[in-house]
């Protein structure tokens, strides 16, 4: 490889987008044109729904879905990932800012900015210490649980805008609640049940609808696409034509700033960055966790990669851009991504077209932003929001394992009663004391061979062969200090039951790694069974298990014991 190759292939590892602008054809522009428009189209009302979610104003989910998108597309791997405000990281931006020790410093907007920097570091050191695969150690059980809890509550939250209400200050009190809820704003809630309907027809409904008149599925995806804002359009028209906000106290969006704010740090404040580092830690956790999960599935539908290292830089660099811009922490978002993927999106270019129409809506149109009611956001993020409440999840991995099913159940029930982050931590430690005790308590079989061919299996599943003076194990785990002890008492108890053994024979097929604490348990099991008569043998043990096991003693003290490469050549020598 040239000089000048090599350095374009660090370039493009580093920059994705000089990959794919090397092939990039008209073709791909009319893809990304298309599903940039539909994209921002629909990021205009969610970026406004989010940062009210958050407890932000409006302009923070606006320009949060500006520059990160741009630098994303300059780092991420993923050619149709959607990134900007999402409404999981939105309930955990609330849930941090409404800490006490939080709100008692008061400017939520500066905290929302250093929770932004925050979490773009942390993945950014992350990504420096290659820490990409953090994402295989939250568990889909966990993440569904956290997922589904974290929805009720932004369910919960979205209420009170759904009905015209203020948030309730009732605690457990069951007749302040029924006081409460009788206070409604009738106007407000038709306008929301009104909103919900519109998007319900717009989503399913309409698609199949437009599918049976034989509209292509681009159009088809566009024409659906546009409900979010077609409801918000239509129901400012109508607040403000009725003068609904003065007459009926219909609440609004508000004041949105025209253009943008000039780039700053001066969000810098070493005590809140003190202060807010574990929800920004659990922020950059789930966000980049969600984003990742989001970007495998359309690439895995394309046939491409997704780099996760490269995904925390890309993300890490997007978080630090909304700080420095004025925008709430981001993410990749499903319903984005998905639209965008639907509507013919080749590459991040979608990203930079839909990003560039959105700086422009900022600009010149912000003051169409002021009269849009706060009932219609609702209804968005409640219709996006109640299908991603999958409690029937819990019934199916309760039914698989009963592990995994109570790591879910704890995780949803943690987030409901506890908070979000000690929520999802219970399900990650739940998620780990199951593997552990999985671990220490491998699967080992008693063998026998299947008649008239070379195959062992359990003799309490098939009909095989045994030897009266033979015992032959399979272990199906690495051997390790967790379950050492348990493999010791599996044998002791195995021996107890048939009193004439004279060999032992371990099948290794399973095993890969003994670490330290294994080999001298080991050691001194072979060493009370030669006392007591009995030889112990291995079989089929895997290359980098002989080469560990060949830096030590062990097969001088196995001896007369042999290491066979096959079972059937151990029952050969000794049945």
Known sequence: MTDSATRLSRLAALFPLVGWLKTYTREDFNGDLFAGIITA????????????LAGLPPQLGL???????????????????????????AIMIASTLNMPEISALGNPVQSALILSAESGLIMLLM??????????????????????GASLLIIGSQLPQFLGLKSPVCGFDGICYRDYLSGYNSTTLLLGMTAVMLLIVFGKPLTMLLKKAGFSLPLVTAISKCGPLLTVLLATVVVSYFGLTMHNKVAVVGLVPAGFPALSLDFIDLEKWRLLFPGAAFIALIAYVESVAIAKVTANLRGEKISPNQELIALGVANLATAISGGMPVAGGFSRTMVNFSAGARTQMAMLIAAGILALAVIF???WFENIPKAALAAIILVAIIP??????IVHTWRYDRGDGLAEIVTLLGVLVLGIEEGISLGIILTVISYLRKTSQPHIAVVGRIPETGHYRNIKRHNVETWQHLLLLRIDENITFANVNYIENFITTELKRQADIKHIILIFTSVSDIDATALEALENVNHALQISGITLHLSEAKGPVLDKLEKTDFFNQLKPGKVFFHTEDAIKELA
């Open 41 to 52: 189209i629909l990021l205009v009302p969610q970026g406004i729904a989010y940062a009210i």
């Open 63 to 89: 320009y949060a879905s500006i520059l990160p998108p741009v630098l994303y597309a300059l780092f991420g791997t993923s050619r149709t990932l959607s990134v900007g405000p999402v409404s999981i990281a």
């Open 127 to 148: 990504a420096l210490f290659r820490m990409g695969g953090l994402v295989n150690f939250i568990s889909h059980p966990v993440l569904t649980g956290f997922t589904s």
């Open 365 to 367: 149109f912000s003051p």
């Open 388 to 393: 991603l409440v999958r409690l029937g999840s």
